[in-house]
């Protein structure tokens, strides 16, 4: 192995760590965060209960969970990849004999302080464990089947975990982490383009079986794809969150109604207005203006994390913070084509905005190992 | 502890490589969605603000208060009297149950009511009053308010409910009022939208469905934002609507309840008209109901009673029932036999008791016969076989023309329902409508008012008025409506020819002044009032020629509903006349002895204004008069109008 080994003496020691942290990173999270507090008391009809204080409580916490991680040095978390992976395999294989059933889906064990989701967990230990891989892995096999397959593998066990909870959301965006990080490590090209054609063969597959003998989907499932596409065809049933949701969008206009003007969510006409549809509330309140900065921040926490991998040289650490910044984008990106109209309502929350501990500790926890890289990056 | 590696440079340029890819991809997508947002949130605005309105603001209509309705001197006769409920949200009730009982406690509840009412709370929304009692008295509701701090989301609630006070006198009149239905939605083509408010209250027969659209007034809205489960969160702005218009009716309540009360045991109608404005000051039709029964809702035991009645109570008979007029008709006869020039002043008739038509033998009344009889004893005595030789030398076609100038068959304009049209034939009408041809026995039966000839009470009112005004006056109910004065129903000169005109009311005095008058009975013996009219009594069955021979049936041997209708037509005073009056007792059997009494009485009560002196009837009637008055102020109209706890 022809790896280049660097002196530990130019990685700073000690209390010292915190001053080496990214700091501009920190402060985009807290101020996402800060929007999310606004919104959420906004929510609440002007009042701290119930929302907006418990999610400041726990990005508190998730913030010194943060500075936690980051204090550790990156080489233990490469060498707890496999570790951390296999624990949320196992909680994820819990869930499904222990779990607690909520929203219709098996998701989370109850561990009495907060209610663990292991699939959120999943999304940072899948993107540690193929850092960890791709960093093992010489540079020459990356390419060859069996070591694509075995990354492969390491992908789909989980997503048919979540698949199987049923949690479509995640499983895409668990699938869309890992082939993108397979994507970063390096592996031939061709591997991604055989699996995009064939995608869209399957698409183009199963929509033109539509109405013949081989019709590869139920008709329910064809209807939900209709509404989908055309929410008005039916707004008061399946297609009332998205119309309702692009009401209190477009009403917003430039500038917006006003903080705590929104009539479409203070009269409830938005759903889950605290968790995934927060965004419309923030675009109907704040305007254009006021979605689009949030739309910014969240560039600018991309645009970072990018920034401080391609900085550092070592592999794991700017895999593993690509993959992270991915995993972020993959959030966002989902949650806002939803409320816009333009992917179909899964689930996904806004990162760092949504009300909701699971996701917010572990997001918390993924820019933890993020600072920790680049605290620890060779010098 | 193992240190970390750094990578090679081929590989982390590789990295760097796909981490630019991969972030323009990224970006691109960040661009896609500002992209997005900037068409639904910039471009789309107007769009989305407005569905947003649409949303949040419900337009709610507030009903405007329904106009009262008053008699010509200002007596009420519909009135709007707040009604109370109890009502209780179930929501601030907490457990509804428990709620219940101790309201029960406070005031009983209808067991039926109250388990209707748990049925509708439970499919509508928490937040959404369910009315626990209607109907309920002052008494009720403050023991209520006084008990408020125990019974939580118990409200009462005050509305406005139709009651008439004077009840069956004015049930044929006003009509009723009651909630739209379905069947009404489908027939009204109005399409104001308080018909949609539940339970809202129109006009359902009577004037107050025929002056629905100036008692209904306009309605308000309020605008109000409500939530997305309809909870109205605050009102935004109100317009108020205008109420109804109050209308003032030509009837006299006075007279009006005495009508009523003089008819009441027979099956029979009466009208007072003024011969020169066309005032209709009583419009009377017996039995009657109480109209306030059908505006809470008439329960079905009740309705069936009204219905089944062989003296049909619902029926408005003065101005939807329809009748052979029978010898009322003979002036018309006379007139268009006058107005032709062929009746000469020493022209007579000899009566043998019939006449001969077409191999067919006319009876007069009288078998005996009139022998020699002149126009004034023929109307006098009421001769037949004098206008069945009239008929034969005018024809049918001037007797329905000059018919029709009089107001029979042709519909008033009374703003009453079903008013009738009457009929009066010709040749062509039953050409069209039977088919056959028009024979002359045809024109003998409608020379005295029989055979096709039918006239409603209301219209020989009109004929009446017009022989005693020799205007072509026309009737009229309302007065004023909102305090603006109708037009009159004074009209134009009949253009018929005085002089005749003045033979006919000479003729009509002595029909009831004369000894041999028949209807010499019930005169007036008052100078000042006296009256001059005519008595008519129309078979409903033929009288075959085998019961001719043995002797007619007398109408007291008869079934009710075979027995002949008693008519009576005057006016009064016979110098100046004032009123026309109308009266129609059906199968009530001579004219003269059911009908002309009434119409004396009714007479004198109009001319007077109260209670007539005794001075003003014959001798020999005044003791029997006298009793005869002292029942008739017993009699009360029926009107329940104070609640259920009277029910």
């Known amino acids: 192995m022809s790896y280049l080994e660097y002196t530990v003496k130019h990685v700073p020691a000690g209390p010292r760590k915190i001053l080496y942290m990214n700091w501009p990173l920190a402060l985009l999270l807290a101020a996402v965060a800060g929007v999310g507090f606004l919104m959420l008391y906004s929510v609440a009809g002007g009042s701290f209960s119930p929302w907006a204080e418990p999610q400041m409580k726990r990005f508190a916490a998730g913030f010194v969970l943060m500075m936690m991680i980051a204090m550790v040095p990156i080489w233990f978390w490469r060498n707890m990849a496999s570790l951390a992976y296999l624990g949320s395999l196992a909680l994820l294989l819990a869930v499904e004999f222990f779990g607690s059933v909520g929203m219709g889906a098996q998701r989370w064990i109850d561990l009495g302080f907060m209610r663990l989701q292991p699939s959120e967990l999943m999304k940072v230990t899948l993107v540690l464990m193929l850092a960890a891989y791709y960093d093992w892995l010489p540079a020459y096999r990356k390419s060859r089947p069996f070591w694509v397959l075995l990354p492969v593998l390491l992908i789909l066990i989980p997503t048919a975990l979540v698949l199987k909870q049923p949690d479509l959301g995640t499983s895409i965006l668990l699938m869309a982490a890992g082939g993108g990080l397979m994507f970063l490590a390096g592996v031939h090209w061709a591997y991604f383009a055989a699996v995009f054609a064939a995608g869209a063969g399957l698409v183009t597959a199963v929509l033109q079986s539509r109405a013949t003998d081989w019709q590869l989907l139920k008709d329910y499932q064809f209807r939900r794809i209709d509404t989908f596409l055309d929410p008005s065809s039916d707004p008061l049933g399946a297609g009332y969150h998205i119309t309702q949701s692009k009401i209190a969008l477009g009403s917003g206009g430039w500038t917006g109604r006003g903080f705590m003007q929104g009539t479409q969510s203070r009269l409830n006409f938005l759903p889950e207005k605290h968790t995934d549809f927060i965004f419309t509330t923030l675009a109907e309140e704040f305007g254009f203006i006021g979605a689009f900065s949030l739309l910014a921040l969240y560039a600018l926490i991309i645009l970072f994390c990018v920034a401080s991998a391609v900085a550092n040289k070592d592999r794991f650490s700017s895999l593993l913070t690509l993959g992270i910044a991915l995993n972020f984008f993959l959030f966002f990106a989902v949650n806002m084509s939803m409320v816009m109209g333009l992917a179909p309502v899964v689930g996904v929350p806004l990162p760092l905005v949504s009300y909701g501990g699971s996701a917010m500790l572990v997001l918390m926890l993924a820019f933890g190992l993020a600072q920790s890289a680049h605290v620890h990056r060779p010098r | ?647």
């Not at chain 2, 039966?445 to 008025?465: E, H, K, W």
């Not at chain 2, 014959?618 to 109209?637: F, M, N, S, W």
């Open chain 2, 1 to 647: 502890m193992k240190r970390p590696r750094v990578d090679t440079e081929a590989n982390h340029r590789l990295i760097t490589r796909r981490a630019a890819i991969l972030g323009g991809v990224q970006l691109a997508f960040v661009a896609g969605l500002g992209a997005r947002m900037q068409f639904l949130q910039v471009d789309q605005a107007d769009q989305f603000r407005l569905l947003a309105e649409e949303n949040r603001i419900n337009i709610r209509l507030i009903p405007p208060s329904r106009g009262e309705v008053f008699d010509r001197n200002g007596v009420p006769l519909a009135r709007n009297v707040p009604s109370y409920r109890i009502v209780i949200v179930p929501e601030d009730a907490g457990d509804v149950e428990d709620v219940v009982n101790r309201l029960n406690q406070i005031v009983p509840l209808d067991p039926d009511e109250v388990e209707r009412a748990v049925a509708e709370m439970k499919r509508s929304a928490p937040f959404l009053p369910i009315t626990f009692a209607d109907e309920v008295t002052w008494e009720d509701l403050s023991r209520v308010s006084v008990n408020a701090p125990a019974l939580p989301g118990v409200t009462p609630e005050v509305g406005l409910s139709r009651v008439y006070p004077l009840g069956s006198d004015y049930a044929h009149v006003l009509g009723y009022v009651g909630p739209v239905s379905d069947y009404d939605l489908e027939r009204i083509e109005d399409q104001d939208p308080l018909l949609r408010i539940p339970r809202f209250q129109i006009g359902k027969v009577g004037v107050e469905a025929k002056a629905e659209g100036a008692l209904r007034g306009k309605g308000g809205a309020k605008r109000v934002e409500v939530n997305a489960t309809g909870r109205v969160m605050r009102e935004l702005d109100r317009r108020e609507g205008t109420s109804g218009a109050d209308l003032q009716l030509t009837i006299d309540s006075k007279l009006q309840s005495y009508v009523q009360a003089r008819l009441n045991g027979e099956s029979a109608s009466a009208i007072v008209m003024d011969v020169q404005s066309g005032d209709l000051l009583a419009i009377a039709s017996a039995p009657t109901f109480d109209p306030n029964l059908f505006v809470r809702g008439i329960s079905s035991r009740d309705y069936n009673a009204l219905t089944e009645n062989k003296y049909r109570p619902l029926a408005s008979k003065s101005v939807q029932g329809t009748y052979p007029p029978g010898s009322t008709f003979k002036m018309i006869t006379a007139m268009a036999a006058l107005e032709e020039g062929l009746i000469g002043p020493d022209d007579t008739v000899y009566c043998p008791g019939h006449l001969e038509v077409a191999e067919r033998k006319f009876h007069c009344w009288k078998r005996a016969g009139h022998g020699w009889v002149d126009l004034q004893n023929s109307l006098k005595q009421s001769c037949d076989v004098y206008y069945y030789d009239l008929a034969l030398k005018v024809g049918i076609e001037k007797i329905s023309a000059m018919a029709n100038r009089f107001g029979l068959g042709v519909r008033h304009d009374v703003p009453m329902s079903a008013v009738a049209s009457g009929l009066t034939p010709t040749k062509d009408w039953k050409a069209r409508v039977h088919g056959q041809d028009w024979v002359i026995g045809d024109t003998v039966n409608a020379s005295i008012g029989q055979g096709y000839m039918l006239a409603s009470p209301l219209q020989l009112a009109v004929m009446t008025a017009r022989l005693a005004s020799g205007r072509a006056v026309e009737p009229r109910l309302v007065k004023t409506v909102d305090g603006v004065e109708q037009p009159s129903g004074t009209g134009e000169s009949l253009g018929v020819n005085e002089n005749n005109l003045r033979k006919m009311r000479r003729a009509m005095y002595e029909v009831v002044n004369d000894r041999r008058g028949t209807a010499y009975g019930s005169r007036i013996i008052e100078d000042a009032m006296r009256m001059a009219g005519k008595t008519g009594t129309s078979q409903v069955r033929n009288i075959t020629t085998a019961e001719r021979a043995r002797g007619v049936t007398r109408n007291e041997d008869l079934p009710w509903e075979r027995r002949d209708h008693a008519l009576f037509v005057n006016f009064a005073p016979y110098d100046n006349p004032k009123y026309a009056v109308a009266v129609v007792v059906e199968h009530g059997g001579g004219g003269s002895k059911a009908a002309a009494p009434i119409a004396r009485d009714v007479t004198l009560q109009a001319l007077y204004g109260e209670e007539p002196p005794l001075d003003a009837y014959p001798t020999k009637d005044r003791g029997r008069i006298k009793e005869q008055q002292r029942v008739l102020r017993g009699i009360e109209p029926v009107a329940n109008i104070s609640g259920k706890d009277q029910a």
